[in-house]
């Protein structure tokens, strides 16, 4: 990054994504290593053998094992190579990973003494084929489809963001900080993409373009075109292309309306032929009420439709994007439900920043989950400001709500940002993408993806 923008963001301060502050662990020191001694109770977890577990009831002595009952097989940590072989005495949950028969397996649900086997009808579902010799930085080699020709045009079915077979499916992947800042040449180059497809093996990438702030609105036709870019290269590789029309301040997105019409009108027109394009039309609406949303919302997806009558749209909730957790509490998704946007393959927006947002957020969404169809477009290991601690035990916690609930995510950010949310160092200026130029953070989120 050129001296000068990183000190234009020193004295901008600027939070990571704006979110409001509301009531494989690659930093494992967060984790304590279990001890024969030590008392674990529900909801404790431990680091032990290569992998994290956490505790389903009171137990003391029990060592972790996918055969004692009390622990759950929750993660590996970054040092490990691969996941445990799979073991007819093993109890395994919804999301455990195994290894049989030289491919990768996740069980669907609880089960016992159940072979993994490709049946469509059963516990266990192939992930890909592995080497179990291989590392895991081998393994990416034997991945031969890129994420959309896996998926192909998503479509929502229900509560669920499916295929285009139908089937529910969860993506994960990174979004870029604001490309007024972090952009193209800027930061972002083709071998930042390369990496991010091939080396972290990540889903999808969401293109910030921000509005305010030195964003879209100081050049229309300049930003336009940078995303178009930014949103080719991405398709090149394979990946699904989050459109971020990036609203902070203000947070009435009808403030921004005309902005949005003109810019959604042309990037719909250039990319209607597209199966990758997902498109966000309001990042973080706030001080504003549903029904001023749900307006905003149905007038822009009518300009997309023009154009793309089938790409996913995510409409950004109030209390930025906390599905009106952090305005009206628990309420917040009932206005959600009882007056939901008009049109077809719609998602809501939900951003948590786990070192904030904690358990009492975590069972809202999971209980909203059953309602509505919901992509985590934002979220991140720190607090909402992008900044201050980062927690790796939370943001799990989160992770596992979405899973349990085939709810896609984005990271936050896909930068050399100062702040703790960035996740590459100075160091990657010199081109070198590699693992040794990450943060603690980077290389714990690019753990993350990589299991995934």
Known sequence: ??????????????????????????????????????????????????????????????????????????????????????????????????????????????????????????????????????????????????????????????????????????????STHGIQWFGWEEFLTPEAIDALRNDWNADLCRVAMYVQEGGYETDPEGFTAEVNRIVEAITDRGMYAIIDFHILDPGDPLKNLENAKTFFDAVAAEHAEKDNIIFEICNEPNNVGWESIKQYAETVISVIRNHDSESPIIVGTRGWSSLGFADIGSAGPQEIIDNPVDGTNILYGYHFYAATHGQWEREQLDAAADELPIFASECGTTEASGEGETDFKSTRKFLRVLRDNNISWAFWSYSDDWRASGIWTEAVENGSWTKQNLTETGKWMRSVIREH
Do not use: F
Request: with cysteine; net charge negative.
């Open 1 to 174: 990054m050129g001296k000068k923008r990183r000190t234009i963001l020193h004295r901008l301060g600027g939070v990571a994504g704006g979110l409001a502050t509301i009531g494989t662990v690659g930093a494992d020191e967060e984790i304590e290593t279990w001890a024969p001694d030590a008392v674990y109770r529900d909801g404790d977890q431990v680091r032990y053998n290569g992998y994290e577990w956490q505790a389903e009831w009171y137990t003391q002595g029990e060592r972790p094992s996918d055969t004692v009952a009390v622990w759950n097989r929750i993660g590996k940590l970054v040092e490990t190579e691969n996941y445990p072989r799979w073991s007819p005495d093993g109890l395994y949950r919804a999301g455990t990973r195994v290894i049989h028969q030289d491919a990768i397996w996740e069980s669907n649900w609880w089960n016992e003494n159940e072979s993994p086997a490709v049946d469509t009808s059963g516990p266990w579902k192939q992930i890909r084929t592995v080497d179990s010799q291989k590392s895991s930085d081998q393994e990416s080699d034997d991945m031969t489809q890129t994420p959309v020709e896996k998926h192909g045009k998503l479509q929502v079915i229900d509560t669920e963001l499916c295929n285009e077979d139908g089937k529910p499916v969860q993506l994960g992947g990174m």
